[in-house]
């Protein structure tokens, strides 16, 4: 008779097991889709940043104050 007990101890420590190991997959699978969408937006910002720069740059040789742009004459 214990060794039927036993049975059903083991039967219920695998499924337990089971159902830990098949949550710890789908978390894994999670995060390893939300690193993707983190690289993903991390690549886009650092595009509009360096674009930021660019426009950022091209402003500062077009002013005056970088002399990009003719200055007035004092009256």
Known sequence: ???????IVL??????????I???N???????????????????LQT???GLKRDLNGHRSNTELHGGGKRKKAS
């Open 1 to 7: 008779m214990a060794s039927d007990e036993l049975k």
């Open 11 to 20: 039967e219920d420590v695998k499924e337990k097991f089971d159902t830990v």
């Open 22 to 24: 098949e949550g710890y």
């Open 26 to 44: 789908l978390l894994s699978e999670k995060i390893d889709r939300l690193a993707k969408q983190n690289e993903a937006e991390h690549r886009q």
């Open 48 to 50: 509009e940043i360096t």
